[in-house]
């Protein structure tokens, strides 16, 4: 009775069609987590530990612990974390007719 509700048996039963849709969607799904997360998972995804951070950020794990469950957080030391997991941040304003990058916040950080 449990084989029933396997994934595999459940599988067996769709159309070519359905997977495809299925597949597609779970794609999406994908990309759409890929490019939304917060920092603890961000870590987690560039296969960083806390102690790694915290290293590069010359601080404690809990100071990195404080920082990825914060809501409102410097620009300076987000730049920072993102460096730390080897990436740059840019700060991009959308607007209906366009983008602009904003620079303002460039040179912040970067005497550290």
């Known amino acids: 009775m449990a084989d029933r509700h396997k994934w595999s048996n459940l599988r067996a039963q769709l159309s070519a069609k359905e997977l495809k849709k299925l597949n597609v969607e779970r794609s999406a799904r994908r990309e ?3 490019r939304n997360m917060p920092l603890f ?3 987690h995804a560039r296969a960083m530990s806390p102690e790694a951070i915290a290293e590069a950020l010359e601080t404690s794990q ?3 612990s404080k920082l990825e469950r914060r809501v409102d957080i410097y620009v ?3 730049r920072r974390y993102i ?3 080897g990436g ?3 700060i991009i304003a959308r607007f ?3 983008e602009v990058r904003i620079n303002q916040f460039e ?3 970067a005497d550290r």
């Open 76 to 78: 300076s030391s987000l």
């Open 62 to 64: 809990s100071s990195v």
């Open 96 to 98: 209906p007719d366009g």
């Open 32 to 34: 759409e987590k890929r």
């Open 107 to 109: 040179g912040i950080g």
């Open 83 to 85: 460096e730390s997991l």
């Open 88 to 90: 740059a941040l840019d």
């Open 41 to 43: 998972e961000l870590r």
